[in-house]
């Protein structure tokens, strides 16, 4: 969990340092923090209200846009190696049956992968009243970064995503009886594809990936207990037990 969320501040940080200084300290609080108004919001989009805690008010806007890019990225480590587990798997062995699911989360990887690499052609999508000068502003600031920082920061968003697989796996060995082979991975790859696709509401997506690994892992003989109290402890572990730091660090600073 330490290293899970370190990651994400040092890749919070990274992105910001051309836009703002911030500290270790106040890149790991403001993490903390998001974790709590992230869990109350769909997809727990609502994190960069958290993160803004430390924020200068007049880089608010452009720090959203920051958070919504480290997200962003996130979004397409777990994407891009999914889509590379669910092809070695075979759509069968994975849980499906269609060739469709696989050219569909295709289309969203490359829609991702243009709006992380060129944020502005998200401006495009947004409604007239939403697009002020302030917004256009801080997304072009996003989109101006140099490659090299959105490279870098989607290294550390890949570095992330194995900490989410060691876990996940660590987890299950800990539980399941017969020895647990390594091959398993991949198909963990795929349970957190479909939670990442699946939209949720609140709590951080507390039953998707339970129902996402029951959907995955029940293929390959591993107990419905198990798959439930694994996945439930993983959501557990990243974001309840960091929501409360995360809490008292939002008491602290109101």
């Not at 769909?42 to 880089?59: E, Q, S, T």
């Not at 969203?108 to 992380?116: M, P, V």
């Not at 502005?120 to 600031?141: C, E, I, R, Y």
Request: proline letters at 4%; hydrophobic letters at 55%; glycine letters at 8%.
């Amino acid at each position: 969990m330490p290293v899970n969320w370190l990651l994400e501040s040092s890749k919070f940080k990274f992105l910001l340092a051309g836009t703002k200084f911030l500290s270790w300290k106040g890149a790991l609080l403001s993490v903390l923090a998001g974790i709590s108004t992230g869990l109350l919001t769909p997809n727990r989009i609502g994190n960069f209200i958290g993160r803004n805690i430390f924020v200068d008010p007049h880089l608010k806007r452009r720090a959203t846009f920051v958070t919504l890019h480290c997200n962003l990225a996130q979004f397409l480590a777990t994407v891009i190696f999914g889509i590379i587990c669910l092809a070695y798997l075979g759509f069968e062995k994975a849980g499906s049956d269609s060739v469709a699911i696989g050219l569909l989360v295709g289309v969203i990887l490359l829609a991702g992968i243009l709006l992380y690499f060129r944020p502005v052609f998200g401006l495009k999508l947004l409604p007239g009243f939403v697009k002020t000068p302030d917004t256009v502003s801080a997304v072009q600031n996003v989109d101006d970064a140099d490659l090299e920082v959105k490279i870098g920061a989607l290294f550390i968003s890949i570095l992330r995503y194995g900490v989410f697989l060691l876990q996940y796996y660590l987890l299950l060995d800990a539980f399941y009886v017969p020895e647990l082979e390594f091959s398993i991975v991949p198909a963990l790859a795929v349970v957190f594809l479909i939670t990442t696709l699946i939209p949720s509401f609140l709590f951080g997506k507390v039953f998707v990936r339970e129902a996402a690994g029951l959907f995955v892992l029940s293929q390959f003989g591993i107990p419905s207990v198990i798959i439930l109290l694994t996945a439930f402890l993983l959501w557990f572990i990243n974001l309840a037990v960091p929501s409360l730091f995360g809490a008292w660090v939002l008491i602290r600073k109101s």
